[in-house]
């Protein structure tokens, strides 16, 4: 029997039967053929809960975290150095110190609500409406296939130009895939808006809820996670305008600080500033006092610009202005001090939605999460186009059935029909990983090569400023053009399958009108039949020590093999 150290990973794969006996121990019933039991009062919690009973994410006192010192508030090109902003010393030792804490481990979750991570992207999307191709658009229909096929749990966008109707149309067409939460501008749809959209195969979306801070400019949810705990997630737009941005920080210091509960985990969007000159290309310093008035706001809610604390030298941009070539990545993700050590894959990416804006991503998990692998590799969908794949198939097939069939009446525990099969299976493998390397889609080859260079030239100190403005442009658009390509081939070919399978009973039919719900990943487990059971948290490891119980019980009671006559 395998023991389950956390109680919290029982909840989705399995029926669990708790007993009443006052030992408060647990039974879990995987598919009706393995019994594993639970201990509760073992399984790690996010953090403390604080005393007034509720649970969430970042509680407690501040904790001080490193940050870039912001620049002065001029905007003439500067040397490629950051000087400190005078008027920001008496905020700067509470801006830097020390390390973020380490969570504490104590605490049982009771229901678990999302996977073990959860990755986390915003965009700037300039209005819900594309002209890329000739004709208007909806760009929600690509915002949706963005976060099925990247795997996106929750997407924060700005510039949305939603009204109430339009949010309802929108919910209503995705309503299996999709839960839109929004906030648009009072006065008119045509500008700012801001909204968090919730993909309902990784969350739990029903939990989930949302308030504005500020109309148009600030949404935060409120996403239930670990261990009963809530992370907090705010979204904003700020205004372009120096003086507005200034207010805007101000006026979101004010809403959080007459309300506590409101205080962000995460806080992340177009925030039209940079605190650090090395931000911008070319490379010069933001207004001081509006850096001031978000230094605030960042040392009373504890958060840090975790993106910089990750990368402190590099320079990655997330807003390109065309007409001058400038660049500067205004798109920030502030994170509380109590999440930022298990944060990890940082990246600015290219997008084929419409937009001047890079996807900025993050993905957000806990320390006590397992190690998880890569997954299960499977041969890719385009191999199986090519006929001399198709045809060494089809002969190691051939070759496999007739190997079974010519050890019919000689079979031994070394050649057999299961061994045959497996070596079928294997070669396969091996065959496809070696041909995907060889005919690796051109356009996917190019785009890499494209962002590699890119990221060279933007990290190169012997390269002028004005040869990186014009030549990261360049490779930018020529990005753009290649994913865009990729992308009509992909929907030119949803759209024949979805010709072919629309209102037939098929699978692919069946699974589009199906709401999907999240799954939930086991955080360590061991098997009490080994002689020193020791719990694993790598997901490979325990796989290997379900495997060993399985085999230790169906060899229980089993006498040696003997080989046949």
């Known amino acids: 029997m395998c023991q389950l150290l956390d109680s919290e990973v029982l909840t989705p794969i399995a029926r669990t039967e708790i007993n009443n006996n006052n030992n408060t121990h647990g039974r879990l019933v995987m598919n009706g053929s393995m ?52 008027q920001r010393s ?69 510039e949305t130009h939603l009204t109430d109707d339009l949010a309802e149309n929108v919910e209503r067409a995705f309503n299996t895939r999709l839960r839109l939460f929004h906030s648009p501008l009072p006065e008119t749809r045509n500008a700012a808006g801001v909204a968090i959209v919730i993909n309902k195969g990784l969350l739990n979306a029903d939990e989930i809820t949302s308030t504005t801070l500020i109309p148009g400019r600030a949404i935060l949810a409120k996403i239930p996670w670990h ?11 700020a205004p372009n305008d120096v003086g507005d941005n200034e207010a805007f920080w101000e006026e979101l210091n004010d809403t959080i600080s007459d309300n506590p509960s409101l205080k962000p985990d995460i806080m992340l969007g177009n925030f039209n500033l940079v605190e650090d000159s090395l931000d911008r290309l070319p490379c010069h310093s933001d207004n001081a006092n509006t850096v001031m008035a978000l230094g605030e706001l960042k040392c009373n809610t504890d958060l840090v610009d975790g993106w910089r604390r990750t990368y402190p030298d590099r320079r990655e941009y997330s807003h390109q202005h065309t007409p001058n070539a ?7 993700v502030y994170i509380s001090n109590a999440l930022l050590r298990p944060v990890t894959d940082w990246k600015i990416d290219s997008t084929t939605i419409e937009t001047d804006h890079w996807l900025v991503s993050v993905r957000v998990s806990t320390p006590e999460a397992p190690n998880i692998g890569r997954g299960r590799w499977q041969i890719p969908t385009y191999l199986f186009d090519n006929e001399e794949i198709m045809k060494e198939i089809n002969d190691l097939g051939k070759k496999a059935q007739g190997d079974i069939e010519g050890i019919r009446f000689r079979r031994s525990n070394a050649i057999n029909p299961q061994t045959i099969f497996t070596k079928f299976k294997t070669d396969i493998v091996d065959m496809c990983r070696l041909q995907a390397k060889r005919i690796h889609p051109t356009i996917m080859n190019k785009v890499e090569k494209l962002k590699t260079k890119l990221n060279e030239i933007n990290n190169d100190p012997f390269v002028p400023e004005e040869d990186k403005m014009l030549e990261s442009l ?10 865009r390509v990729l992308f009509e081939s992909c929907k030119v070919y949803a759209k024949a399958k979805h010709h072919v399978s629309v209102e037939t009973i098929c699978k692919d039919w069946v699974r589009s009108c199906r709401a999907k719900k999240p799954r939930d990943t086991i955080f360590s487990l061991y098997n009490p039949l080994s002689p020193n059971p020791t719990p694993e948290h790598n ?27």
Request: proline share 9%.
């Open 227 to 237: 261990a009963g705990s809530i992370i907090k997630i705010l979204n904003v737009y």
């Open 539 to 565: 997901s490979r490891e325990m796989a290997a020590a379900a495997k060993e119980y399985h085999e230790k019980l169906q060899s229980a009671d089993r006498g040696p093999l003997q080989e046949p006559d």
């Open 35 to 86: 019994t594993l039991t639970f201990r509760e009062g073992h399984g790690p919690a996010i953090d403390q809960p604080p005393h007034d009973g509720s649970s969430r994410i970042g509680d407690g006192p501040p904790h001080p975290g490193g940050e870039e010192e912001a620049q002065q508030g001029n905007t003439q090109p500067a040397p490629d150095n950051r000087s400190p902003n005078p």
């Open 474 to 483: 360049v490779i930018k658009t020529e990005i753009l053009e290649l994913e």
């Open 326 to 332: 400038s660049q500067g990545r205004i798109d920030g």
């Open 90 to 158: 008496d905020i700067q030792d509470r801006i830097h110190g020390t390390p973020p804490p380490v969570w504490s481990t104590t605490g049982v979750q009771e229901q678990r609500t999302s996977r073990d991570y959860i990755k986390i992207v915003f965009l700037n999307i300039r209005g819900r409406v594309s002209t890329a191709q000739g004709f208007r658009q909806e760009k929600w229909f690509e915002m949706n296939r963005v976060m099925n096929t990247h795997q996106i749990a929750v997407l924060a966008v700005q």
